[in-house]
């Protein structure tokens, strides 16, 4: 019931004998009103309905009592009495039961309207609360022993809401933030310091007057609790709107600190805490509009939620622990080592040619879809881990393998429905001739084993491949890959493998200006093809990636692999899409990079992006060939199709679906590659920009009609980007080609600043060489 302004008034004079004027105020539950008395004195009137438990009411104006017989009585509203000596009354009105108290008035401006927020004010708030909550420390009261949705130390409720949650990209991060207090804190709930908190210091319950806390008001969240979570709240809507939200959040610690030491234990775990208060909030937000609430508090922090849970992903969580134990005098968590004995133990106990990426290393501990945190409190863009194809350590991935694995993991000799449930998914997406699959563990064992299928259907040996490319580190991968055998420590080329030349038409025979680059190209097939025919011999395969990679990062010219495959088939050989790179809805435009070329393979090999980063791929074939290769001899792989590995590809597959990443990747891709483009007018150094959705390649020449590849420009570029976040790489036969090819959750925000750093390096790495060249 909804009592009108007039009756509220009538209420006040019946139960406390005092002629007001109400106004109503907003309010989530309670009917609250401003009552203005004929001397000019205010009170705050509070009418609730008996939803609201008479017990807990009571505990609310206790505790208010209990804080008016501290140094910090006039920071509370006072609970007036009634005629009769009552603080909290019990009304009846047409039937219903309802609870009125009438407050004192507090004097001040709600922290949210404030223009400015010094860093004294945060000070000031955090000690404000630390003296509250030392000022609890000996209250108590049952009814603040309960369930409560927005108490932190319930976080991972709001996964119920989750679903509630539209935007893709929005319920990726709280999901995220859910797993990470899942992990970082749930298992120390039980042993953190509880206490009886007001647990609701938002930005609209804070008052402030000449930049000083004034008042707090609304204790209808309060609720017994790890005690840090009631400073994580005041943190998290101090964070809000703020430039710097680590440093609002220091200084809000610091102040509460200096009134109420907090534990080591309870600093460490803060940053997770302020954002499960936020995924708290969002979910919550979400669910209210699902079931179209129109009360306005109900979204009041929604936009503002959101926007600090994307500032806060940005931080890495190491960096705020740090700054959180120093702040109160804890020895910090970042040091400044060498990484000597590490590197050292490295070389003693690892094999010497495991490279290490970057001159300045770095130490990776974290990853937060498409951010990866190191050991200094520095958080990278990833802009070329491809294999974590939907994001480090997404939810819903990671839950899915938690679960398998905590129920069965264990090999194909016994019948189990994640392996059957997987191959059914993986070859829906692929055209229907390619119906049989084979599971290994990674991409180079899958091109081993397509290769191996080949052969035994064919009954032929040679294969034929493309200068330059890759396809594994196994034996057989090897002798396919010119990168590596005609590179250093190779052993050359083997009599039955047969380089085709490499379709670049950027620095190849054939340009970007030659429509018929594709079937021009294509004719170097036929070539090896009639030569391997004056021997009596006929390929067993043609391989090659559908954009190249370590090739260039190169798409291939259009009706190349239409040539090529027609060429290939009426010699009767397989043909092999390589798709570890590339497939999985990397290229935006088509699911498969095969589907670019408007081709069917007779053989696709899955690596990389189908788990993850777990260790997983796949072989899918044709019928035909599948049953050439059972020639009695039994293909059993130990790990192959495992339950755990099963799961996991069904959960990078369902997540690619249903958060619609193939379109992200076009959409964004698209973005990126405009971006880049822009810089060409530029900066000169940029000879091509080239790619499909998110697999990008960036090609740096010192001179655009020599071709001249920039290196070492490009390792000092890559340098330079690594010191300002943004994690790259370089590919190509010449090493000069930027390689673009980021987890599928990158956004245009990432894009958009990858774009303005790097153009900002280009112009500091052209004015060092500039210089160097004067000086010469």
Same mark, same amino acid.
């Given at each position: ?22 106004? =109503? ?8 009103? %401003? %009552? ?35 140094? =910090? ?45 010094? #860093? ?103 609720? /017994? ?244 490319? /890759? ?126 070329? #408007? ?131 370089? $590919? ?19 894009? $958009? ?5 790097? $153009?900002?390096?280009? #112009? ?13």
């Amino acid at each position: 019931m909804h009592f009108t302004e007039e009756r509220s008034a009538q209420l006040v004079e019946l139960y406390y004998g005092l002629q007001v004027r109400a106004r =109503l105020l907003s309010g989530e539950y309670d009917h609250n009103y %401003l %009552l203005e008395g004929e001397d000019g004195g205010r009170y705050i009137l509070k009418i609730c309905g008996n939803d609201e438990h008479l017990v807990f009411l009571d505990a609310q104006v206790k505790i208010m009592n209990h804080l008016s017989q501290t140094e =910090l009585a006039d920071l509370f509203n006072r609970c007036i009495r009634s005629k009769n000596g009552l603080e909290l009354i019990q009304h009846i009105e047409d039937g219903a039961l309802y609870f009125i108290r009438l407050f004192t008035f507090l004097e001040g401006e709600f922290w949210i309207n404030l223009k400015e927020r010094p #860093d004294s004010l945060h000070y000031n708030l955090g000690n404000f609360l630390g003296k509250m909550d030392k000022a609890l420390a000996n209250f108590s009261h049952p009814a603040m022993h309960r369930f409560y949705l927005w108490d932190i130390s319930r976080a991972m409720d709001a996964n119920a809401k989750l679903s509630c949650i539209g935007d893709h990209e929005r319920r990726r991060i709280a999901g995220y933030f859910l797993l990470q207090f899942e992990t970082e804190v749930l298992p120390h709930i039980s042993s953190l310091r509880h206490a009886y908190v007001h647990h609701d210091a938002n930005d609209t319950n804070v008052l402030v007057k000449d930049n000083r806390i004034s008042g707090l008001i609304d204790f209808g969240d309060m609720v /017994y609790t790890a005690l840090v979570n009631n400073l994580a709240v005041a943190c998290t809507y101090a964070m809000m709107n703020n430039e710097d939200p680590l440093h609002a959040a220091t200084l809000v610690l610091t102040g509460y600190q200096s009134a109420y030491p907090l534990t080591g234990q309870e600093v460490d775990l803060l940053y997770y805490l302020i954002a499960a208060r936020l995924c708290i909030s969002v979910t919550q937000s979400a669910w209210n509009a699902s079931i179209q609430t129109n009360n306005e508090h109900h979204f009041v922090s929604e936009a503002p939620a959101w926007d600090l849970l994307q500032k806060l992903i940005r931080i890495n969580p190491l960096k705020a622990q740090d700054r959180f134990r120093k702040a109160c005098g804890f020895r910090g968590v970042i040091s400044d080592d060498s990484y000597g004995a590490l590197l050292q133990n490295r070389k003693r106990y690892i094999g010497r040619n495991l490279s290490i990426s970057y001159q300045s290393n770095i130490k990776i501990i974290r990853g937060a879809l498409q951010y990866l945190y190191d050991d200094r409190g520095n958080t990278f863009i990833d802009c070329v881990n491809n294999v974590s194809h939907v994001g480090h350590c997404h939810p819903v991935v990671v839950k899915a393998m938690q679960r398998q694995l905590a129920t069965l993991n264990t090999n194909t000799r016994y019948l189990h429905d994640n392996l059957v449930d997987f191959a059914k998914m993986l070859t829906a997406t692929l055209p229907p001739q390619l119906s049989v699959c084979y599971f290994t563990n990674s991409g180079s064992e899958a091109n081993d084993l397509a290769i191996r299928m080949s052969r035994h259907f064919t009954q032929q040996k040679d294969v034929i491949v493309l200068d330059h490319a /890759y396809h594994g580190t196994s034996t057989a991968a090897i002798e396919m890959s010119p990168y590596k055998f005609d590179g250093k420590g190779g052993f050359g080329q083997m009599p039955y493998i047969h380089k085709a030349q490499n379709p670049d038409q950027y620095r190849g025979a054939y340009r970007y200006n030659d429509a018929h680059a594709g079937k021009k190209y294509a004719t170097d097939v036929q070539r090896i093809i009639d030569e391997l025919k004056l021997e009596n011999k006929a390929p067993a395969a043609f391989i090659c990636e559908t954009l190249l990679g370590v090739g260039g990062q190169i798409p291939l010219p259009e009706n190349y692999l239409k040539e090529v495959y027609k060429f290939v088939k009426a010699a009767g050989g397989v043909c092999i899409a390589d798709e570890v790179q590339v497939g999985f809805g990397r290229v935006g435009e088509q699911f498969w990079g095969f589907q670019l070329q #408007d081709v069917q393979p007779d053989i696709v090999v899955m690596g990389k992006p189908i788990g993850n980063g777990h260790p997983l791929a796949a072989v899918v074939t044709t019928p035909a060939i599948a049953d050439a290769f059972n020639n009695g001899m039994e293909y059993f792989n130990t790990f192959g199709g495992n339950p755990v590995s099963m799961a996991t590809g069904i959960a990078v597959l369902q997540v690619i679906q249903s958060e619609a990443m193939q379109q992200h990747a076009l959409e964004t891709g698209n973005y990126l590659m405009s971006g880049l483009k822009g810089l060409m007018t530029k900066h000169a150094i940029i000879g091509d920009v080239r790619g499909y959705g998110l697999f990008i390649g960036v090609e740096l020449v010192r001179n655009r009609t020599t071709l001249e590849p920039a290196v070492p420009e490009i390792d000092l570029i890559v340098e330079h980007m690594k010191d300002r976040g943004f994690l790259l790489s370089t $590919d190509g036969p010449l090493y000069n080609v930027l390689k673009i090819k980021p987890p599928l959750v990158f956004n245009k925000d990432n894009a $958009d600043d990858l774009v303005q750093n790097l $153009d900002e390096v280009l #112009d500091e790495v052209s004015g060092a060489i500039n210089a160097h060249r004067h000086q010469e």
